[in-house]
């Protein structure tokens, strides 16, 4: 496993700035988990980190040659 590298900053306000603008145009859809996570992933370093890790967990822990379908 490497190490985490965070997104530039940029890139993180870019994305910060459409999930602002998602929900002033929403307000119904506002609060769903999938909005709230974005603006938290957005707004945390700790978040941006342990999703990352979640990722790399996830890939290893996926074997070649093995028939998951049995």
Known sequence: MSQFK????EKIQEQLDRVKA????????????????WEKWCTDYDYRK???EFRQAVAASIKPNVNYLK
């Open 50 to 52: 342990r999703e990352w």
């Open 6 to 9: 965070d997104y530039p900053q």
């Open 22 to 37: 998602f929900k002033a145009e929403n307000p119904k859809l506002a609060n769903l988990t999938k909005i709230l996570a």
